[in-house]
C-alpha cells in the first residue's frame, strides 16, 4: 500500500451522504450499547448457586422503599396495609400502641411495672439490669395480634423488649390485659430472660425478621450496636428483593428491557411456582395432584429465614440466594420436636412442613396463605376442600364428627394446636394422622386426646384402629428411629443409618437422622455420611458434616475435606469447625489453603455473632485447636465480660487452663463461677474433676457428690461421682451408685461397663459376668464389650 509523502498535502475531503452518516451513528449507538453490557457483565459479582430464574440483578439491585412499589402495585399494597407484616414493628406512637398506659400498675414476682404516659411519649417504670426500678420510655411496638410486645432502647444500641407485654385479644376472649410472658416464674435481673437480658435482645433474636434490610452491625470490640433498616416493618422487598433493577425494568423501553434484562423484569427472585397450575383429583385415589411439579423453592426458602426455626450465619440474605448460605434451619431435634416430629418447642413451622405429604406434593405457602394480606385463602374447611374433594373428606365419614362442630373442621386433627408466649396458639404444619397409638408406645401427644381429653390413649388408640379397618399400632420408621435414639436403645444407630440411607424419606427426615448419628459414630454411620455428602440437598450435606463430629481427627479429615469448598455457605462453616484441630495433618498446601479460607469464613461469621457468648467460646476453641492458647483464654474472658452469667464460659476456660498446666487458675476460674451462679451441677460436676487433678480427694467427692444429685437426670455425673469413689477405695458405695444410675439411665454403656469392673475388682465374679452380659445385650456390636464378656468367661 502506497504511502503519502510527509509532507505532500492533503487531498480536499469527499461529502458523506445522509445514509451513511446515519449507519456510523447506529454503529456507534450499538458499540455503546455493546460496551455497557460487557462492563454490566464484567462487574457483576459471580452468580450465587440456587438463583431464580429472575435473578441478573440479585447482587447489584438497592432497596428503594415501599411507596415506590405503591406507585404500580396499589391492589398489593392495599392488602400489605392492614397485614401483620406492616405492623411487625413500628415507632411507638398513639395511632400504633394497643396497651394500656393509663397509668397501670402490674404486679410479677414481687417486683412492680408501671405504663404511664408523658404527653404523647409512652413510659414504662421497672427494674432495670442493676435490679433498681427506673423510668424507660417506649420507642417501638412489636407485633399486634394476638399480643403487643414494647422495645426500650439502650444506650449502647441495644434494644431490649420488655416481657410484661398486651394481650391485644378482646376482652371476651380473656384479652385487653397486661401479662408477664414466664407466666408465675420470677425472672430477676441479672437472668438471661429478664427483659434486659441477652434472649430479650431484639437486636439479635427478633429484628431480622420484622424490619427489611437488616444489619446488625454489633462490634464486638466496644460490644455496641448501630443495627440499621431499610423499612422498620416487613415490607415489599423483605419477599421480592431489593427493587432498584425491577424499577429501572418499568420505566425503560422495550429495547432497553431486550438488552439490559434479558427477558426478565429485575427482581430478585421469581416466586411463580403457582403461575398456570391447577389441582385435580386422581380418578383412582381421588387425591388432588398438582398439574405440573413445583419447579424448585423460592417461595418456601423466602418465606423460611423468618418462618423457621434457625441460625444466622450473616446478614444480607436477599430472597433467590441459597437459605443455607445465611441461615441454618433446625431438624427434627429432641426439644424442639416430639419423636414424631410434632411441634414441641417455638419452631415456627418451616422444618414441620418440610416432613409433610403437603411439601411433597407440591403444595408451597402461597396455596393457603395471601402474601400481601398474610391472611388466609379461605375460611374454615373451604381452604382445604381446594384440592381435597369434600364428598370424601368433608363428611363425618372422614371426620368422625358431626358436621359443623369443631372436630368435623380438618385443622382440628392434622393441625393441632399448641400455644406459646403465653396467649399465642400456633398449628403444627405437618398435616399428620393423629396417631393415639404412638402415644401409647412413645409418649407424644395426638389430636384425638387433646380434644377428648378425658379418654385414654389406649381407648383412642382402639378407635383409630376401627375407623380405619386396620392395626394403626405400626409406626413410621423414622419416627421408631427417633425414639430409639431418645431413649438410648442399643438399636438407635442402626435404625437411624437406614433412615439416613432412605432416598424415599424426606431430606429434613434423613438429616435429622445424619445429625443424630454423630453421638453413635461407626462403619455404617460413617458409610452412611459419606454417601449424602454429595446428596443435592444442604441440609442433608451440612448433618453428614455433622455425622463425623464423634470420629478421631484424621478420619473426620479423610470424611468431610471435600466439604470445605461446598457451595454453600453453612457446609463449608460445619466442615471448618471440625477440620480446624485437623491443620497439622492437611498434606498439602491446595488442601490447607481450603481449610484456611473455610476457617477465615467461620470466624467471620462468628464474629458476625460474637454478641452471643456462644460464638465467642467457638471462636476460643478454634484458637485453641491451632495452638493459640493464650488468645483462646482472652476470647473466653470476653465470653464472661459481656455473658457472666455463661456456664460454658466458665467451664471451658477451666479446661484450656488445666491443659495448660495452670490447675491453680482453673480452680479458681470454677470458684468464680460457682461464687456468682451458685451450685449449679455442670459447675459442681467441673470443679469436683479439677479437685481430682489436683489431688484434692475429699473436696472432689463432695463435689462430684453434689453434681449427681443437683443432676440425677445427666448419667455421666454420676458415674464421675461412682468412679471418684472407687478410687477411694468405696467399691461397696460406687457400686450403689452406679445401680441407682443405671435403673435411670438403663442404657449408660460407660455405667455398665463401670459396674461390671467394679464388681470384677471386687472379686464378685457372678455379679461382673451378670453386669457384663448386660452390657453385651445392650450392645451386641461393642467389641470391648464382647472382649470384657469373653474374658469373664
Not at 483 to 508: G, K, M, T, Y
Request: charged fraction near 20%; aromatic fraction near 6%; glycine fraction near 8%.
Amino acid at each position: 500500500m502506497a504511502r503519502r509523502p510527509q509532507n505532500s498535502p492533503r487531498p480536499p475531503r469527499r461529502r458523506r451522504s445522509t445514509f451513511a452518516l446515519v449507519a456510523i451513528a447506529l454503529s456507534v449507538i450499538l458499540f455503546l450499547f455493546i460496551a455497557v453490557i460487557v462492563v454490566r457483565q464484567r462487574g457483576a459479582a459471580p452468580r450465587p448457586s440456587g438463583l431464580g430464574p429472575q435473578a441478573p440483578g440479585i447482587l447489584q439491585a438497592t432497596y428503594v422503599g415501599t411507596t415506590t412499589c405503591a406507585g404500580c402495585h396499589t391492589d398489593q399494597h392495599e392488602a400489605w396495609r392492614t397485614s401483620q407484616h406492616e405492623q411487625a414493628m413500628a415507632e411507638a406512637t398513639p395511632e400504633r400502641v394497643l396497651g394500656n398506659f393509663g397509668d397501670v400498675t402490674v404486679a410479677h414476682g414481687g417486683r412492680e411495672t408501671r405504663f404511664f404516659r408523658r404527653g404523647t411519649e409512652f413510659w414504662v417504670r421497672t427494674d432495670g439490669a442493676d435490679g433498681a426500678p427506673a423510668d424507660f420510655q417506649v420507642r417501638y411496638t412489636f407485633g399486634v395480634d394476638p399480643l403487643q410486645q414494647y422495645l426500650i432502647a439502650m444506650p449502647d444500641g441495644r434494644i431490649q423488649a420488655l416481657s410484661v407485654a398486651w394481650d391485644s385479644r378482646p376482652a371476651t376472649a380473656g384479652g385487653q390485659r397486661w401479662f408477664h410472658l414466664y407466666g408465675d416464674e420470677p425472672i430477676p435481673a441479672g437472668d438471661e430472660l429478664h427483659w434486659t437480658g441477652r434472649q430479650q435482645n431484639w437486636n439479635f433474636m427478633c429484628a431480622d425478621c420484622h424490619s427489611t434490610n437488616l444489619r446488625k452491625n454489633y462490634d464486638p470490640d466496644t460490644n455496641r450496636f448501630s443495627t440499621t433498616w431499610s423499612e422498620i416493618n416487613v415490607a415489599c422487598e423483605a419477599c421480592h428483593g431489593p427493587g432498584s433493577e425491577h424499577t429501572r425494568w418499568a420505566r425503560a423501553s422495550a429495547l432497553s428491557r431486550s438488552l439490559f434484562w434479558r427477558g426478565t423484569n429485575g427482581l430478585t427472585v421469581a416466586l411463580n411456582e403457582r403461575d398456570d397450575v391447577t389441582w385435580t383429583f386422581n380418578s383412582g385415589t381421588m387425591k388432588p395432584e398438582r398439574s405440573t411439579p413445583r419447579a424448585g423453592e423460592h417461595e418456601m426458602t423466602t418465606c423460611a429465614p423468618c418462618h423457621s426455626r434457625r441460625a444466622q450465619l450473616t446478614d444480607g440474605f436477599r430472597p433467590g440466594l441459597p437459605l443455607h448460605d445465611f441461615y441454618v434451619p433446625a431438624t427434627i431435634e429432641p426439644g424442639l420436636f416430639h419423636a414424631d416430629g410434632q411441634q414441641r418447642g417455638e419452631v415456627y413451622t418451616y422444618t414441620s412442613f418440610l416432613q409433610s405429604r403437603m411439601n411433597h406434593a407440591g403444595v408451597t405457602c402461597s396455596d393457603c396463605h395471601d402474601p400481601h394480606s398474610a391472611r388466609l385463602r379461605a375460611t374454615g374447611n373451604a381452604l382445604c376442600t381446594q384440592c381435597h374433594i369434600p364428598p370424601r373428606y368433608d363428611t363425618p365419614d372422614h371426620h368422625r364428627h358431626a358436621s359443623g362442630s369443631t372436630g368435623a373442621t380438618c385443622v382440628s386433627c392434622h393441625m393441632p394446636e399448641r400455644t406459646y408466649m403465653v396467649v399465642d396458639p400456633r398449628r403444627d404444619h405437618g398435616f399428620r394422622v393423629p396417631r393415639p397409638d404412638l402415644s401409647v408406645s412413645m409418649g407424644v401427644p395426638n389430636a384425638c386426646t387433646d380434644c377428648h381429653t378425658t379418654q385414654p390413649n389406649t381407648w383412642a388408640a382402639e378407635r383409630v384402629r376401627d375407623w380405619y379397618g386396620r392395626d394403626a399400632r405400626g409406626s413410621q420408621a423414622f419416627v421408631a428411629a427417633l425414639h430409639a435414639d431418645e431413649e438410648n436403645r442399643p438399636d438407635a444407630a442402626d435404625l437411624l443409618v437406614q433412615i439416613a440411607n432412605d432416598l424415599q424419606q424426606p431430606a429434613v427426615v434423613r438429616a435429622s437422622a445424619l445429625a443424630r448419628l454423630a453421638g453413635r459414630p461407626g462403619p455404617a454411620a460413617v458409610a452412611s455420611a459419606s454417601a449424602a455428602l454429595s446428596d443435592p440437598d444442604a441440609s442433608v450435606r451440612l448433618a453428614a458434616v455433622r455425622a463425623a463430629e464423634g470420629l478421631p481427627p484424621r478420619e473426620r479429615l479423610a470424611l468431610v475435606g471435600a466439604a470445605l469448598v461446598d457451595p454453600v455457605r453453612a457446609v463449608r462453616l460445619e466442615a471448618a469447625r471440625l477440620l480446624a484441630p485437623s491443620a497439622g495433618a492437611v498434606a498439602n498446601a491446595a488442601g490447607q489453603d481450603m481449610l484456611e479460607r473455610a476457617i477465615g469464613e467461620l470466624r467471620a461469621s462468628l464474629r458476625f455473632n460474637a454478641d452471643r457468648p456462644e460464638s465467642r467460646n467457638t471462636d476460643a476453641a478454634l484458637l485453641a485447636a491451632r495452638g493459640r492458647p493464650d488468645e483462646a483464654m482472652a476470647a473466653y474472658r470476653a465470653a464472661l465480660a459481656i455473658a457472666p452469667d455463661d456456664t460454658a464460659s466458665y467451664i471451658n476456660l477451666a479446661d484450656l487452663q488445666s491443659q495448660q498446666g495452670r490447675e491453680h487458675d482453673a480452680d479458681t476460674t470454677l470458684r468464680e463461677g460457682l461464687t456468682r451462679l451458685g451450685p449449679r451441677a455442670d459447675l459442681l460436676h467441673a470443679h469436683g474433676l479439677s479437685l481430682v487433678r489436683s489431688g484434692r480427694r475429699d473436696a472432689a467427692l463432695d463435689a462430684l457428690e453434689r453434681a449427681a444429685s443437683a443432676a440425677p437426670e445427666v448419667a455421666r455425673f454420676s458415674y464421675a461421682f461412682a468412679v471418684a469413689l472407687h478410687s477411694t477405695g468405696a467399691g461397696d458405695r460406687a457400686i450403689a451408685v452406679l445401680t441407682a444410675t443405671l435403673a435411670r439411665h438403663p442404657t449408660d454403656r460407660d455405667s455398665l461397663i463401670a459396674l461390671t469392673t467394679f464388681h470384677r475388682d471386687a472379686g464378685r465374679r457372678d455379679a461382673a459376668l451378670a453386669a457384663a452380659e448386660r452390657l453385651a445385650r445392650t450392645y451386641p456390636d461393642d467389641a470391648g464389650a464382647q472382649a470384657l464378656l469373653n474374658s469373664l468367661r
